[in-house]
């Protein structure tokens, strides 16, 4: 008997080991993220693994502020963009992205955090724009800008977008600081300057490059054919060195048009089929720029792209001023001349190209008189005019349609013979006026040194301006022999006479009336003032020159001009008193060792 085996059969996945095999699986997270905020929102931009992106449908986003605690969670229906509200745009956030879980994605993790800057929600500000041409090429300036970032925000970086004002193309670059320096041609540009960070970009400050109506050392003439086509002409030799062009147009208010062209043979293009039709008696400007680049000749960048060549104004169809020369006046009138002045009238009343102005003048409404003078003068004098008229004066401008609107009448009447113009009589008068002027304060001064002299001021004397400045000994010197002389002075004198012999009184003393005549006879004060020392000593001069007392007492030795000498270290009472002994031989007592009479007057007074 045979044994058959039964085959070894495999067992069928059940319902719950498939449950659990579905649960293993996971999507994400992203393989790309991409934040930014604008107004108050984040807008996630993700990009999902290439295995993940059929089962993914849509994904969420949960923000918090830096350093805080609480998410909050956002999901989108989309597979590759949300936008989330209402986040602090002042501070910085984080922020974490995962799919959202279905069947096919049971499990969805979040995405490493991903920190975005505080929102950048003010424009730059211009601090200063400055403009210079350039040395070495006439056609080109430099544009030097810069500008600061108001607010607490620190951007990373800054970028300037720079444009010609046709539009012809943007030019961007990044910079990391505050400045930027262009160089540009003498078209017109448009420049925007923003902040951005890692989350968000700044409102761009914008400012607007005036174009030169000047710039360029080369000549350029046009040509109008109709209001859609003209043509320029340059020099012969300028497609020697260049070929690529580009033509711009404009007029005031209007938009600027271009066209790039290569021309490598002719002197001249042919501008054709223009969009927006030339107007008449409106002024147009043309500028012409070389461009150092090969065909085709659209412009590759911006900043130092190209070099004006010329430019010039020019109109389609010129017309006569609508207006007249303002705020005309008589400057000046005499016998035979009158002196005009008057304001240019403005460009967008001229219509055409100014080719001067016209005095149209009329004696007593006779016969007119025109007299034409270049564009560039605005004042004219009238000469070989009578005396004594009256002439009506008006003055126009002249195109090469002819002349414009005429201002108004200026009636004015030339001097008669004899007479002065009051311009004369004016100028004369203040030429008077300072002359007597200066005449009186010449006059003034001297009389003044006349009759009122200066007098000296003690503060300036040197003798004041020395003891200003004393040593401190001379000082202290001083001060101690003041005192000890007004210490002698001051001091009580007690004096002892000695019993003698009388003598008569005639021969005592003189006469009273004697005495007064002798002092009557003193010689009078000079100039000077004398002290209490000197009229002292004229005193006992003229008491010794009685040559009765001379002769009557003879114990006086010396001469009278020795007896009556100032005697150093002595006082004036004890100076008169030995003065009077050795006169009268009354020889007091001194009652102190101190007293000295000198050595040739009555010795026995200090004994």
């Avoid at 969670?73 to 992205?97: F, R, T, Y």
């Avoid at 501008?271 to 147009?284: F, H, M, N, Q, T």
């Avoid at 004369?428 to 001064?445: C, E, N, Q, R």
Wanted: proline content about 6%; glycine content about 4%.
């Amino acid at each position: 008997m045979t044994q058959q085996t039964t085959p070894h059969c495999l067992l069928a996945p059940t319902p719950l080991m498939a449950s659990s095999v579905h649960l293993l699986v996971r999507c994400g997270p992203p393989r790309n993220m991409t934040f930014r905020r604008h107004l108050g929102s984040v807008h996630a931009q993700v990009g999902w693994p290439q295995e993940d992106v059929k089962v993914i449908t849509s994904f969420c986003v949960r923000h918090k502020a830096a350093g805080g605690r609480q998410w909050k969670e956002a999901c989108c229906g989309s597979a590759s963009e949300c936008q989330v509200s209402n986040v602090d745009m002042s501070e910085a956030h984080q922020v974490q992205v995962r799919c959202q879980t279905n069947y096919k994605c049971p499990q969805c993790p979040w995405s490493d955090v991903s920190t975005l800057a505080a929102e950048l929600t003010s424009p730059p500000v211009w601090v200063r724009v400055a403009e210079e041409q350039m040395a070495n090429v006439t056609g080109q300036r430099t544009v030097s800008l810069a500008w600061t970032l108001p607010g607490a925000v620190v951007p990373q970086s800054y970028r300037v977008s720079v444009a010609k004002a046709s539009g012809e193309t943007w030019d961007h670059m990044t910079r990391a600081h505050p400045h930027v320096t262009l160089v540009l041609s003498s078209s017109s540009f448009h420049v925007n300057v923003s902040a951005f960070n890692n989350a968000s970009e700044s409102p761009a400050a914008r400012i607007t490059v005036a174009p030169r109506a000047t710039g360029g050392d080369g000549t350029l003439n046009v040509s109008v054919h109709s209001d859609t086509s003209f043509t320029i002409f340059w020099k012969d030799d300028l497609v020697s060195s260049s070929e690529c062009f580009c033509v711009e147009w404009s007029s005031e208010g209007r938009p600027v048009a271009y066209k790039s062209f290569y021309e490598d043979t002719n002197a001249f293009w042919t501008v054709s089929k223009i969009a927006e039709r030339l107007e008449a008696y409106r002024r147009y400007h043309v500028w012409l720029h070389v461009r150092a680049q090969k065909a085709p000749c659209n412009l590759k960048r911006v900043n130092n792209s190209e070099v004006t060549y010329a430019s010039t104004p020019f109109y389609f169809l010129e017309g006569s001023p609508l207006s007249a020369p303002a705020n005309v006046s008589v400057a000046n009138v005499t016998q035979t001349s009158v002196a005009l002045r008057w304001v240019s009238i403005p460009q967008e009343d001229l219509r055409g190209f100014l080719l001067g102005y016209v005095i149209h003048y009329a004696e007593n409404q006779q016969q007119e008189t025109n007299v034409s003078v270049p564009a560039h003068v605005h004042s004219y004098t009238l000469e070989g005019l009578q005396s004594g008229t009256v002439y009506e004066v008006q003055v126009s401008g002249v195109t090469r349609a002819g002349a414009g609107v005429r201002s108004a009448t200026r009636v004015v009447r030339t001097l008669e013979r004899g007479s002065f113009s009051l311009t004369v009589v004016f100028i004369a008068s203040g030429l008077t006026a300072v002359v007597l002027t200066v005449a009186f304060f010449l006059m003034k001064s001297k009389a003044k040194v006349v009759f009122w002299p200066n007098i000296p001021s003690p503060e300036k004397s040197i003798v004041i301006q020395k003891l200003n400045v004393p040593s401190e000994m001379l000082v202290l010197e001083t001060m101690d022999a003041l005192k000890a002389e007004e210490f002698e002075t001051l001091r009580p004198l007690i004096v002892e006479f000695r019993a003698v012999a009388p003598v008569s009184a005639s021969a005592a003393l003189p006469p009273a009336d004697q005495q007064i005549a002798d002092l009557r006879r003193l010689p009078a004060a000079a100039s000077g003032v004398y002290t209490s020392m000197d009229t002292m000593q004229q005193l006992m001069m003229a008491m010794h020159g009685t040559p009765a007392n001379a002769s009557t007492h003879g114990r006086v030795t010396g001469s009278v001009q020795e007896a009556v000498a100032v005697k150093p270290g002595m006082d004036y009472v004890t100076q008169f008193l030995c003065t009077m002994t050795a006169a009268h031989e009354r020889a007091p007592t001194c009652s102190r060792p101190s007293l000295h009479c000198g050595s040739n007057i009555a010795p026995s007074v200090c004994d």
